[in-house]
């Protein structure tokens, strides 16, 4: 990192170090790791901030560059707010603010306020790029409207998951419903998107609704290509020399439970085996961002393996999700 911002940051946790010991002078061993963890926290921010900002900007031009022209639809609350747009006199930047409102006050509820504020963040700024960026009209062909709207709208909705937040709501009460009802994310918004095509078909036209089935299905590949299925849990394996401090962290800090499995490794820095804790656990891929920052911040050297999981039964993944670290 840039010794101007080490510096900056050593300073920082000085000071909140002599604050909390009530003004006792604190050594270079107790600040390290408080400096450690700002600056793991600083390079995710910025990281899921660059993804944000392109996630916006590629979603506008999905929208301004191909469907807004051509009066298409798409699935979700974006298609809601172009529906909305097609029977109302108000701007597509104002109803997508309104109407992903009530899916972010979920998001707070169910996965956490900070990413329900990212995704507030995102969403006004999608909405002001809607409003005031130009983009070029791209083409008036009806099939690759369809198509490469629905690509760089997907991409952007990929993109700003990838940076831990949404632009379109949906998802979080298509993840919120899969808890309650045990069905799967994908036959919530499969539900979700029929009744806004049908709305669609009875509004617009029949071929306008067929179009925005694949535009919806063209973003919804898209989105599954960028962040490798909303609707997927992951299950991480952590072989760390650390294996102790990211149990507590797991358990006692994030609130989620894993296994614990005794494991030797195969080949150490001198050729001799020696034993560790493997840890295991399953978030949801909205949740991974998070997970890899914590784990980031005890051991940036840990081995971490991700693997897709398609469904699960039991324990508290789908009741509980990651608690905020104190």
């Known amino acids: 990192m840039n010794p101007l911002i080490s510096k900056i940051l050593v300073d920082v946790a000085r000071k909140r170090l002599e604050k909390k010991n009530a003004g006792v002078a604190v050594t270079k061993k107790q600040i390290d790791p408080l400096v450690k963890t700002f600056e793991v926290e600083i390079s995710h921010a910025v990281k899921e901030f660059i993804f944000i900002i392109v996630g916006v900007f590629s979603a506008g031009f999905g929208l301004k560059g191909f469907l807004l022209p051509n009066n298409f639809i798409d699935g979700g609350a974006t298609g809601i707010s ?162 102790e401090k990211l149990r ?26 020696f034993d560790k804790d493997i840890i295991y656990t399953v978030v949801t891929r909205l949740e991974l961002a998070r997970l890899q920052t914590e784990i980031e911040k005890i051991d940036k050297n840990a081995f971490v393996i991700m693997g897709v999981v398609k469904d699960l039964k039991g324990g508290m993944i789908k009741k509980k999700p990651l608690q905020k670290q104190h």
Do not use: W
């Open 82 to 243: 172009l529906l909305l747009k097609n029977v109302t006199s108000l701007q597509l930047g104002i109803l997508l603010i309104i109407v992903n409102l009530p899916f972010i006050f979920l998001a707070s509820k169910t996965i956490g306020n900070k990413f329900a504020i990212k995704s507030i963040a995102a969403i006004a700024l999608l909405a002001i790029v809607v409003h005031f960026v130009d983009y070029p009209t791209i083409t008036e062909d009806k099939l690759l409207i369809a198509v490469f709207g629905g690509f760089f709208l997907g991409l952007g909705i990929g993109l700003s998951m990838r940076g831990g937040s949404v632009i379109d709501g949906t998802e979080v009460l298509a993840i919120y419903l899969g808890r309650k009802l045990s069905l799967t994310i994908g036959d919530v918004l499969l539900l979700i998107n029929i009744v806004i095509f049908s709305v669609g078909a009875y509004i617009l036209s029949m071929e306008i609704a067929l179009y925005a089935i694949l535009t919806y299905l063209s973003a919804a590949k898209t989105v599954d290509f960028v962040v490798d299925g909303v609707e997927e849990y992951v299950g991480v394996t952590i072989i760390s020399d650390d294996h």
């Open 248 to 273: 507590i962290m797991l358990t006692q800090n994030l609130r989620r439970a894993c296994t614990i499995y005794a494991g030797k490794g195969g080949y150490g820095k001198k050729g001799e085996s």
